[in-house]
């Protein structure tokens, strides 16, 4: 039985970190800043391709 609560402690230790960092990441709107530092990079990338200008 103290294994599993051990276990059961571990697990729930794990859920409340992953917890924290995905509110962490809400809370300061984390993914849009770091969408907006790689867009420059992403329009250089997208601005290279060729395209087919025939309609």
């Known amino acids: 039985m103290t294994v ?3 276990i059961l402690k571990i697990v729930a230790i794990v859920v409340l970190a ?3 960092l995905t ?3 809400y809370f300061f709107n984390l993914d849009m800043k770091l969408t907006a530092a790689i867009y ?5 990338q997208y601005d290279k391709v ?5 309609l």
């Open 50 to 54: 060729k395209r087919d200008q025939h």
């Open 4 to 6: 599993f609560l051990h």
């Open 18 to 20: 992953l917890f924290a």
């Open 40 to 44: 420059p990079w992403l329009d250089k």
């Open 23 to 25: 509110f962490t990441v």
